[in-house]
Each structure stands twice: as structure tokens, then as C-alpha cells.
């Protein structure tokens, strides 16, 4: 995803285009019509789960090496690792100013 926005407003119609283009496939533009019903028939997840399954796995990426990027160019870094965590991969916690930052990539995967 390019784009993942913070505010429920930007989320809200971001969801609204996608419910709004299965109406159109489906050529059903009665109030009763279920698009979540529409949606599923298409085997389609919400945006919303969309941007959060594309995170997770470029997050997975990057910690084994399947991509170019280290964890250093998204700001991230691995935490001691004598903690009860029973894997190597346990990242440290990103302090956050501002809930735009809290909401982008590093921080967002960590707190996920």
C-alpha cells in the first residue's frame, strides 16, 4: 500500500471508495443491498486489513533478508536479547511525538 493513512475520517473514505466500486461490479445500488455480502462474494478484504497484511509481510521481509532493506533504513532495531522473548527478532519500542509518526511503519508494526 502507498498510502496508510491515520485519521478514521482519510480510512473512512478510502473504505467508502472501495464499498462504492462493488456496487458498481455488482450493478446493485439498492440501500438493502448487503455490500459486505458484495465483498465477500468478490473474496475481498477491507482496505483497512489490506494495509495491515501488507505491513506484516514487509515486515517479515525485512527481518529475513527477502528484500533490500535493513532495519536501519525504517528506523527499527533489535532489543537486547537476554529478554523472555524466545526469538531473535524482538525490536525495540519507538518513542512517538505525534500520532501521525505512531501511525506510520515502524512504529505501527511494533505496537501491532
Not at 38 to 55: C, N, P, T, W
Not at 74 to 87: C, K, Q, W, Y
Not at 91 to 99: A, G, M, N, P, R
Request: aromatic share 10%; hydrophobic share 40%.
Amino acid at each position: 500500500m502507498v498510502w496508510n493513512p491515520h485519521l478514521k475520517k482519510d480510512k473512512d473514505a478510502l473504505e467508502q471508495v472501495q464499498r462504492r466500486a462493488t456496487r458498481w461490479i455488482f450493478s446493485s445500488y439498492s440501500q438493502r443491498a448487503s455490500v459486505t455480502s458484495m465483498l465477500s462474494a468478490l473474496g475481498l478484504k477491507s482496505l483497512e486489513q489490506g494495509r495491515e497484511i501488507a505491513r506484516f509481510t514487509m515486515m517479515y521481509k525485512i527481518l529475513n533478508g527477502y528484500v533490500s532493506i535493513c532495519l536501519d533504513d525504517v528506523h527499527l532495531s533489535l532489543s537486547d536479547p537476554r529478554t523472555r522473548a524466545n526469538h531473535q527478532f524482538k525490536l525495540e519500542h519507538i518513542y512517538c511525538s505525534t500520532k501521525a509518526f505512531r501511525s506510520s511503519f515502524a512504529p505501527g508494526i511494533i505496537s501491532a
